[in-house]
């Protein structure tokens, strides 16, 4: 036995199908793609999506919704955060920097700083935008908010 004598066992390999040869080939003709319609012609290419003719899905489900291009989107932080990173952190001014720093929001987030949870400490705090009751939990003790 030496690698000039090897050969696939019987039965697993097939000879290629040779179609378009002549009527005698018995794959003449039609060259096995069936008569007329676009998939016996030569440069048929499926369309994605299509269905053979059938109204597509993409069609019948109805659309509803619109996307707002001019949406500005927000990361929200909580007064909440704010007091545990002044209280681990031992800040008096927490700003975008130092939230990065922590992890609350990424580098090209746009932070919104919004009501829920307790603030104890005087803090002086700078974000893009405020809702109306973080601002005034900042303010009430003592605190002051810079909107950037």
């Known amino acids: 036995m030496d690698l000039s004598n090897l050969k696939p066992a019987a039965g697993s390999t097939r000879e290629r199908k040779r179609v378009g ?5 018995g794959l003449g003709g039609t060259s096995t793609r069936g008569h007329k319609g676009a998939k016996s012609r030569s440069g048929y290419k499926r369309k994605i999506g299509f269905e053979g003719g059938q109204m597509p899905i993409q ?3 109805p659309k509803f919704g619109f996307k707002n ?5 927000y990361r929200a932080v909580n007064i909440s955060s704010l007091q545990q990173l002044a209280e ?4 008096t001014r927490i700003g975008i920097k130092e ?11 746009l932070v919104k700083i919004l009501a829920k949870g307790e603030l104890k400490t005087k803090l ?3 974000a893009h935008a405020f809702s109306k009751a973080a601002e005034a939990a900042i303010t009430a003790v003592g605190g ?4 950037l």
């Open 21 to 25: 040869r002549g009527p005698g080939s």
């Open 59 to 61: 069609r019948r489900l």
């Open 69 to 73: 291009i001019n949406r500005v989107e």
């Open 88 to 91: 681990t952190k031992n800040l």
């Open 99 to 109: 939230l990065r720093e922590a992890g609350f929001v990424s580098s090209s987030a």
């Open 124 to 126: 002086e705090v700078e």
């Open 144 to 147: 002051s908010v810079v909107k």
